[in-house]
């Protein structure tokens, strides 16, 4: 039985949801999420809570009713409150825009990297190495913020790159003059 699929989700204030063939649909002050839900997994309302409930007996079953949980606990949340991932770009010259719908990086190569900001994402920029990427959608800030880190990830031994706020970077040790 799965533990997490157990528990309630509670809806805040303004968020509604409600059933679409064969998926389901969360409304919040923040926009709208839809998501197909999974053979073997059916969500009830119970006095203002979400209950993701597991209608097959096997074990693929009850993952699915966990896994269903957070995705619908994750959209009830982003149409609420929002996700936000902070980057820093560290490292001499290296800096980030925003034109229009176009992040532009210069991270040391000949040419900027123009990146084209996903619809549903918005991207602010801080003092040219302050990076922070938000939207509704968890896995989607996610994943572009993770795009943004694999144009130049820190290197280990002087950091220089694109790292999330607040990673620790490993450094190693650079050369020594030998001595005979």
Do not use: W
């Amino acid at each position: 039985m799965s533990r997490i699929g157990k528990k309630p989700i509670s809806l805040p204030p303004g968020v509604s949801f409600a059933r679409e063939n064969g998926g389901f649909r969360v409304s919040g002050p923040k926009g709208t999420l839809t998501i197909k839900l999974p053979y073997g997994v059916d969500v009830v309302e119970e006095s203002n809570n979400l209950l993701v409930k597991c209608v097959t007996t096997d074990r693929k079953g009850s993952a699915y009713q966990g896994l269903s949980r957070t995705l619908i606990a994750n959209m009830v949340e982003g149409v609420s409150k929002g996700f936000e991932k902070a980057l820093e770009i560290v490292g001499v010259g290296y800096r980030a825009e925003v034109a229009g719908q176009v992040l532009k990086l210069t991270l040391g190569y000949s040419h900027p990297i123009e990146y084209r900001i996903p619809e549903g994402i918005s991207i602010r920029v801080d003092k040219q190495v302050n990076i922070v990427v938000s939207g509704i959608d968890k896995e989607l800030v996610g994943r572009v913020a993770a795009e943004i880190r694999a144009f130049k990830k820190p290197e280990p031994y002087k950091g220089k790159g694109v790292k999330y706020a607040g990673e620790k970077i490993l450094r190693k040790v650079g050369k020594s003059a030998g001595s005979k």
